[in-house]
T-cell receptor, first 110, second 114 residues
Framework: GESVGLHLPTLSVQEGDNSIINCAYS??????FIWYKQESGKGPQFIID?????DKRQGQRVTVLLNKTVKHLSLQIAATQPGDSAVYFCAESKGYQFYFGTGTSLTVIP | DGGITQSPKYLFRKEGQNVTLSCEQNLNHDAMYWYRQDPGQGLRLIYYSQIVNDFQKGDIAEGYSVSREKKESFPLTVTSAQKNPTAFYLC?????????????FGEGSRLTVL
């Protein structure tokens, strides 16, 4: 299967600071790279995705960067809030196939 | 509101029993999926279905069965053959491929074997 990994299992940031969560992927043929947020006991919630032919995409308070040269994906959250505390995991997809990383637990310190 | 509904949210099963987890979507999505989530692990694919009356095994299909008789419904049966069924089960759906990378998830069903 595909390998999608994360650099750090946990991340703590001060409220108001920016957060950066990183992910490495292995399949250069993937169509999309996606970030999900999962709160405890709930289903994953889509945050943002980026097509494989793009380098950067911005959403509301979030930016995803894709570096295909080193097969690296990152999620930047601006002005992190307590409600951002959750597990974040990346995924890559091609057609109907989705491959998920194990997740980074983000804790926002008030 | 459009979305995916999973039920029950919590389920307890005795060893040797089969249980069925329900998944319904009103997003008009063609594809539906079942994933299993265990602590510290990424989501693992159990089964997926691209169209009605067709489904494919995922990476960990042993001990599970599915059906896709209607576009909206994709129930998962955890059989007694599944040796370690205690887990958090997630149903998902997606639009036709190539349009978006988004996979829509339900709120999950937590199965505990007593």
């Amino acid at each position: 299967g595909e390998s999608v990994g994360l650099h750090l299992p946990t991340l703590s940031v001060q409220e108001g600071d920016n957060s950066i969560i990183n992910c490495a992927y292995s399949n250069s043929a993937s169509d999309y790279f996606i970030w999900y947020k999962q709160e405890s006991g709930k289903g994953p919630q889509f945050i943002i995705d980026i097509r494989s032919n793009m380098d950067k995409r911005q959403g509301q308070r979030v930016t995803v960067l894709l570096n295909k040269t080193v097969k690296h994906l990152s999620l930047q959250i601006a002005a992190t809030q307590p409600g951002d505390s959750a597990v974040y995991f990346c995924a890559e997809s091609k057609g109907y196939q989705f491959y998920f990383g194990t997740g980074t637990s983000l804790t926002v310190i008030p | 509101d459009g979305g995916i509904t999973q039920s029950p949210k919590y389920l307890f099963r005795k060893e040797g029993q089969n249980v069925t987890l329900s998944c319904e979507q009103n997003l008009n999505h063609d594809a539906m999926y079942w994933y299993r989530q265990d602590p510290g692990q990424g989501l693992r694919l159990i089964y997926y279905s691209q169209i009605v009356n067709d489904f494919q095994k995922g990476d960990i299909a042993e001990g599970y069965s599915v059906s896709r008789e209607k576009k909206e419904s994709f129930p998962l049966t955890v059989t007694s053959a599944q040796k370690n069924p205690t887990a958090f089960y997630l149903c998902a759906s997606s639009m036709a491929t190539g349009i978006t990378g988004e996979l829509f998830f339900g709120e999950g069903s937590r199965l505990t074997v007593l």
